[in-house]
């Protein structure tokens, strides 16, 4: 402390900047943190993140690596900088080359040349054509456990990485492997409900034998036309998905024997079948989060051409994910036998498609379908 | 710069003591942060935040509010320090106070000395006895929206809180309500997990007018049980609520005729009736987090005599979950309507309950049942 308080000039500007530099970098992390922390969705956020540990380290490119314990291998979740794409395609052995010591040791380490040393692996340079002249890379703990690996490239200005950068790093390290776990957590509890609600609706389709797996095939179709919109987003995406998966739950509120009935329906049976897109409206109603799908489930059984149920909406009127989920749910009803008829062939149900088009179904969105139906035939 | 380069040795030693100061709170403050973004539960995770914030602001007391925007108040989520329990029953108006002024124009604020501030507001110190003195009070500000107010009391060794102070616990402040922010995520996520399960669930008991409402029934007779055991934790308590709102899922797989038959069941009938048990195992196989509740849904109508079914398991090898399920069904049913007989009054209920402790039910957890439903009747 002594030697502290009485420093010759040199010493003190030195010291001062050092110090400087350390708060102003410091704060950086503050800041990153902060803008992290909220995002649950690991791909989004893991490159705010990296942008900002680059900022922060001063360094030109940087990678996220999560292991793949089956293949004891290491695969990129996030490669940034010019040669990113390039490097997303490589895995790493366990071991292997830097980053594969340090998810082995579940050590941090600082390589400020990387020719100079003996672990250094040679192939991702190879490969990207990036040239890797210094390395730090720390390992991602998350309670206890190694879950990857997450490294810096180069410091800008031709300089080497040193012992305060690996510091740094270290604490940015551990904010990292927090974010994956939050967003694994997240991922964990949004798969709990979708398997849930799917389970329960399989086991209301495997009521009857002619209509076991409808709703998954439904969930499918209805994905594959909605991925071919412009514009679409990854929550809409999700809506559409569990919209789909829910479209039948009001069957439950039909009685067995007009659900599984193998002769005709009498008109009264046929009005209480009708009634499941109501139900299923109704079942749904008190959950404050699915509210929204109500319109979704209520009119997919509407018709373009307003002849369908319940409301007689016409065209456009009919929300957008109804529209798609009845050509999904038709589509299906076609392609599997039923108790009064054979099925009809994947060629003969996009034929009948394209004859109901403009009147049950929207002729847009059918258009879509059959080409996304015909495309994935032929890949 | 140059008057940096320059110092007099004073001026040399408060700056460099100043800047080691704040790496050593900014420091502190990283690691904070690295601690407290993995937890989920926001009563433990903010516990651990404002232990943090008072170390790294030398406070002697801190406490986070939130808003309830329908009744334009503050309310107290966490209150630290030695009066921290008699603070939080109080609520504070928006707009009054210290706290109520920072909540109303969303901007941070630092009091040296609260006997000089005009808008400082008694009314808590003379609740609580705690005398404060110094006070910073910032914003929790999530995506925009003003959602809560956090502060510290009184910085230790009676001095005052300075600006420097205030910049950290701005920073801390942020810290704060992202962690909120994805707390909240996390739990509207469960919630709609656990309403759409119910949801549906519901539906299913809503086929037989005299099951309308049994499961909902069941979950909460279970959570009664399960919250009067010693060493439950709140996980636990989770699987409970959730194993009991599955319990009688698998009567999906049971034909309405013999849900709903006014008469007595054939063997056959009942046989099949029966089945639900493993019916609702099947549905819940293919969730992986489920997996684990299988037991409990599996074997709800064991006896403790080993003359249930399906496995006819004896004792404590009867899963606990499911033997309070038992209790709790058995209940519900003795205590609503069915087609064949009148409900009986909870009092001979218990009775009954009592009756066939020891053969049909665990008599420790029976004992526990009848306790708190006499203890809750009498509050």
Redesign the interface.
Known sequence: MQK????D?KD??L??SD??E??NR??T???T??VF??I?DLGELLNIVMTKAEEVMEAEASSVFLIDKSKKELYFITARGEKGKEAKEIRVPMGKGIVGWVAEHGRPLLVPDVTKDSRWFKGVDKKTKFVTRSIIAVPLI?KGKIIGVSEVLNKKGNRNFNENDLELFE?LG??IA??I??AS??T??????L???R??V???D??DPYTKGHSSRVVEYSLLVGEALADISKDELKQLEVSATLHD?GK??V???ILGKTGKLTPVEYAYMQRHSE?GSA??E?????RELIPNIMHHHERFDGKGYPDGLKGERIPLFARIICIADSFDAMTTDRPYRKKRSIQKALLELERRSGTQFDPKLTKIFIMVCKRRKLT
Chains 1, 2 share one sequence.
Not at 4 to 7: I, K, V
Not at 188 to 193: G, H, K, N, R, V
Not at 286 to 290: D, V
């Open positions: 502290n308080l009485t420093p000039k003190m500007k010291k001062l110090l400087q350390k708060i410091l704060e992390l503050i800041n943190s902060m922390s909220s649950l998350s604490a551990n904010q927090i974010a776990e939050n957590l997240y964990e509890l949004d798969e709990l409900f398997s849930s609600i389970a329960i399989e086991a209301i495997a009521k739950v439950i509120g009685p067995d024997r139900f079942i749904i008190p959950i404050a989060k699915l």
